[in-house]
T-cell receptor
Framework: NAGVTQTPKFQVLKTGQSMTLQCAQD?????MSWYRQDPGMGLRLIHYSVGAGITDQGEVPNGYNVSRSTTEDFPLRLLSAAPSQTSVYFC????????????FGSGTRLTVV | QQQVKQSPQSLIVQKGGISIINCAYE??????FPWYQQFPGKGPALLIAIRPDVSEKKEGRFTISFNKSAKQFSLHIMDSQPGDSATYFC??????????FGAGTTVTVRA
């Protein structure tokens, strides 16, 4: 099925550990983004990419790195996990500029202890 | 600082009733206003969207009302059903790839 696939669905990390959240889409969308969802704060943009090799920071980028080597994949790296990064992470992709046609993955629930 | 303010945080409505969620924004450069619906354990999914050149858009039981001068827009869910129980997010975008989301409203429809 076409869409955005995120792995893993759940993850528990210890403070200071690193990990990569995977995101892949098979719709040939140029735009991909990572959001985090926290209670009472909606979804906040972490990083985004407008095409392979092009990434930029969003609203809350600190503590996260991204790269975009292919159109399909957009992994999110946590360099040294902190309890403040406990959240639900969503990857999304879009086919055009202007916020249209966003497709979200099903999310990764991350707990940092 | 959220660019889109959403209220209420939660609401409970009886089956068949009307649910109303309100959003306000400050940035007049926003030109696309979508609403997303999210069920527990799932990602948000686009429900309905509007551009500022129209004042109302209706799709089935869901209606967006838009007031450009007041910089406000709202979602009305008519004849609310238990299957509408979800979290709803308003959002806004300029002519770029980024969406700014409201804080979300949890809607519970009682049978």
């Amino acid at each position: 099925n076409a869409g955005v696939t995120q792995t893993p669905k759940f993850q528990v990390l210890k403070t200071g550990q690193s990990m990569t959240l995977q995101c892949a889409q098979d719709m040939n969308h140029e735009y991909m983004s990572w959001y985090r969802q926290d209670p009472g704060m909606g979804l906040r943009l972490i990083h985004y990419s407008v095409g392979a090799g092009i990434t930029d920071q969003g609203e809350v980028p600190n503590g996260y790195n991204v790269s975009r080597s292919t159109t399909e994949d957009f992994p999110l790296r946590l360099l040294s996990a902190a309890p403040s990064q406990t959240s639900v992470y969503f990857c999304a992709s879009s086919y055009r500029q202007g916020g249209y046609g966003y497709t979200f993955g099903s999310g990764t629930r991350l707990t940092v202890v | 600082q959220q660019q889109v303010k959403q209220s209420p945080q939660s609401l409970i409505v009886q089956k068949g009733g009307i649910s109303i969620i309100n959003c306000a924004y400050e940035n007049t450069a926003f030109d696309y206003f979508p609403w997303y619906q999210q069920f527990p354990g799932k990602g948000p999914a686009l429900l309905i969207a509007i551009r500022p050149d129209v004042s109302e858009k209706k799709e089935g039981r869901f209606t967006i009302s838009f007031n450009k001068s007041a910089k406000q827009f709202s979602l009305h869910i008519m004849d609310s059903q238990p299957g509408d129980s979800a979290t709803y997010f308003c959002a806004a975008s300029r002519n770029d790839y980024k969406l700014s989301f409201g804080a979300g409203t949890t809607v519970t429809v009682r049978a």
